[in-house]
């Protein structure tokens, strides 16, 4: 209609007179502006050149149903999971939000990769062989087609996990509850690992547990690109970006035995782009933090932990960020083919890396001596004290080698139990975790993932009941110790 | 780096830049026949279409699963006949030979049928097992792990076979004697480390396997790896530049003054 208008001489619309009737300049076309309103209003209408709200595509978008904060291994899988949990299909949108796209501090891309399952709580157990069958199946789980398939380059040679006299009661229990998990795990004494294991000395060994099967380590980047693609394909978006804020509404209700109990439902997130103080709202229905090793920075941001300490509400969420190195060694005369992931009893470890007499490993610090988790230097005379010595002690071959490279990554370490925190908050109702490893996320990572979207799919664990990895036992003081930690 | 491995089967040529609409597509179709043809125009719909891609997730999906199909354990036959017969019956089943302690080898046909005499033997072991070319996977060797006296295995260019089968051959270790992993397409150098359980292993097979990034190192690693046991395989000089050719060569090059 507003073309026909503006065609001169064939209506008497919003232009009152026709253009083109009078002859001569009519009164409008004072300063040969008329032309140039006619070229602006020609460009509104469709088809034209001017775009009257900018492009917004590098923006998340306005409404999500679930937000995951944090695009590691653990969000993604969660993503994962969603998308191919939910009915029907394509129901739920999922929006992950990452402030780093490059990875460069994520604890997955640092990872030493490795996986087992000589845990202690046989929850670890079943989330390690959960994500071992997994893996296993990675390219039937992950397949996208017209894709090439995924090769996580899994090295099969177990863990070797070695205990002095007063471990080896706690071993020998250890193994008995992996053994009732269905893990495949061998005890042997420091007579049958000098024959199996030439080049180990067994001095200070009483028991030494290893995995036959299940157990070893593999290429985390490559599951995380697998999961990125596919989950890109499965629907999920993805934004490069900070959450600076959660704008939430708090309502009161009273428990059964009669006390005030405020409970917060997030309705927004505030998402940040990189490098520019633009923020997006996203209104959404769940937040999942999967935010690794700041995540307990997240949690506040949520409001958890706000009130007076040993309530409920003054609870925080007690993951925080620990740096730990990883130096890579060329040793000439070391171990072969063979080696396992060795773990030695005061808490150093290495493992083969490639084919070229090339190994990895690194030590955890005691409390004492937790290096600042400022930034990512690392220490080399870490390695000269606490990694070195006890390494060459245990195979003297590490007497000559020589370092080629080392870095350092982030724990999302749980200062409460090294376990991690799975499920939702008593107070902030919908926001879920799936953080708080403190180590081994990566090795549970899918299974993990399958148990957050059963519980916001269903409201219940289904396949690994995680109850005991509720965020309620850090009020109530319900510690799942793990006897086992690097 | 290895060899990376061949795509999905689905996987159709990179498509061209200059395919826009229909008509577009009987361009880029190279004329080399109907298959080929029939395999773009089905791609070219799944990138337009949701139910064209979930045909072709299905179409994909059912590969998979008749390869599961053909892994299936023979539970019945193992509670009546017997690990070992289970076993064997498996194995034919796949199209493989199967050797029975003081008995003849026992193959199938061109057409997959074969006899069933083996089944009225009384727990005689089976001692060599012939799977070559088979598509049995790590499902699949649940059926192989129960022979206990298996002294002979050939896994001679299985597709299915990857590393995470060569970690679960450790229950033979007892037995094993001889082991072939010639032309499997799956099998890398990480695998090979987890043979070390074989303490009674004394031929292996490793030739021509693609995904190993570097055979003869990979060799001479594996013979350290298992001393009593005879590696053949890829020759160890492979890739090394032939020595005295190079240094003729540097010394007729003129020193640059």
């Known amino acids: ?486 | 780096m290895a060899a990376p491995r061949a795509p999905l089967h689905l996987v159709t040529p990179v498509w061209n830049r200059g395919t826009r609409g229909i008509r577009g597509l009987s361009r880029a179709v190279a004329p080399e026949g109907s298959q080929k043809k029939g395999r773009s125009l089905l791609q070219f719909l799944a990138d337009r279409f949701y139910d064209v891609q979930a045909l072709r997730e299905y179409l994909l999906r059912k590969q998979v699963l008749k390869v599961h199909q053909k892994n299936r354990p023979f539970t019945y036959i193992k509670e009546r006949f017997g690990p070992h017969a289970a076993g064997a019956y498996f194995i034919l089943k796949q199209g493989g030979a199967v050797k029975f302690q003081g008995k003849e080898w026992i193959r199938s046909d061109a057409r997959g049928h074969f006899s069933l005499d083996f089944l009225k033997f009384q727990a005689v072991p089976v001692e060599a097992v012939d799977a070559s070319g088979c598509a049995i996977n790590y499902q699949g060797l649940d059926s192989l792990l129960a022979l206990k006296e298996l002294q002979s295995l050939w896994l001679q260019r299985c597709p299915h076979v990857d590393d995470w089968c060569l970690g679960r051959l450790h229950p033979l270790a007892n037995s094993l004697q001889e082991l072939s992993l010639a032309g499997c397409p799956r099998i890398s150098e990480r695998g090979l480390a987890s043979l070390h359980h074989l303490q009674n292993l004394r031929r292996l097979d490793i030739s021509d396997l693609p995904a190993v990034s570097n055979p003869g190192l990979t060799r001479i690693l594996v013979e350290e790896m298992l001393p009593s046991c005879q590696v053949l395989g890829a020759d160890w000089a492979q890739g090394l530049p032939s020595g005295p050719e190079e240094q003729s060569r540097d010394t007729a090059s003129p020193i640059p003054a």
């Open chain 1, 1 to 486: 209609m507003l073309r026909r208008a503006l065609q001169p001489g064939l209506s008497r619309g919003v232009l009152g007179r026709g253009l083109g009737t009078h002859r001569g300049r009519s009164t409008l076309d004072q300063n040969g502006k008329v032309p140039e309103i006619k070229k602006k209003v020609q460009s509104v209408l469709p088809g034209g050149a001017w775009n009257p709200l900018h492009d917004t595509s590098y923006l998340p978008p306005e409404h999500s149903d679930v937000v995951i904060v944090g695009g590691g291994v653990i969000g993604l899988s969660v993503a994962y999971w969603l998308k191919r949990l939910e009915k029907p299909r394509g129901a739920i949108r999922v929006l992950v939000v990452e402030r780093d796209h490059t990875y460069s501090q994520a604890s997955t891309a640092l990872s030493v990769g490795g996986i087992r399952q000589q845990f202690s709580v046989p929850e670890n157990i079943q989330l390690s062989l959960f994500s071992v069958e997994f893996l296993r199946n990675i390219n039937e789980y992950l397949a996208v087609v017209d894709d090439p398939p995924l090769d996580i380059q899994f090295n099969p040679s177990g863990y070797l996990l070695l205990a002095s006299e007063k471990g080896a009661a706690v071993m020998e229990s250890n193994v008995k509850v992996q053994r009732q998990e269905g893990a495949k795990v061998c005890l042997m004494s420091p007579e049958q690992l000098r024959n199996k294991f030439p080049w180990i000395n067994t001095e200070g060994v009483a028991l030494a547990s290893y995995g036959m099967e299940h157990e070893g380590w593999f290429d985390p980047w490559c599951l995380l690109q697998g999961l990125r693609r596919k989950v890109q394909s499965m629907g999920v978006l993805f934004c490069h970006g900070e959450v600076t804020r959660f704008v939430s509404s708090s309502s009161h209700t009273k428990t059964t035995s009669g006390e005030e109990v405020t409970l917060r439902r997030i309705h927004e997130v505030h998402v940040k782009m990189d490098r520019s103080l633009e923020y997006q709202p996203v209104e959404c229905a769940l937040v999942i933090n999967a935010a690794g090793a700041w995540s307990g920075q997240i949690a506040e941001l949520a409001g958890v932990g706000k009130g007076p300490p040993g309530t409920l509400q003054g609870t925080k969420l007690p993951v925080e960020l620990r740096k730990r190195y990883v130096y890579l060694w060329h040793c000439p005369q070391g171990p072969g083919l063979e080696t396992p992931f060795v773990m030695d009893a005061g808490g150093a470890y290495f493992r083969r890396e490639g084919l070229g007499n090339n190994y990895l490993g690194g030590c955890s610090p005691t409390e004492e001596e937790e290096p600042d988790p400022g930034n990512l230097e690392v220490d080399h005379d870490f390695f000269q004290d606490k990694v070195w010595p006890p390494l060459a002690q245990r195979v003297p071959a590490f007497e000559t080698l020589k370092v080629r490279s080392a870095w350092a990554g982030y724990y999302d370490y749980n200062t409460f139990d090294q376990n991690g925190v799975v499920g939702p908050h008593p107070l902030v109702v919908n926001m879920y975790f799936a953080t708080g490893f403190s180590g081994h996320g990566l090795q549970q990572a899918p299974a993990v993932g399958r148990a957050v979207a059963e519980m916001v799919l269903d409201g219940h664990f289904q396949t690994i009941n995680l109850s005991p990895f509720l965020f309620n036992r850090f009020y109530l003081g319900e510690k799942v110790q793990e006897h086992n930690i690097i």
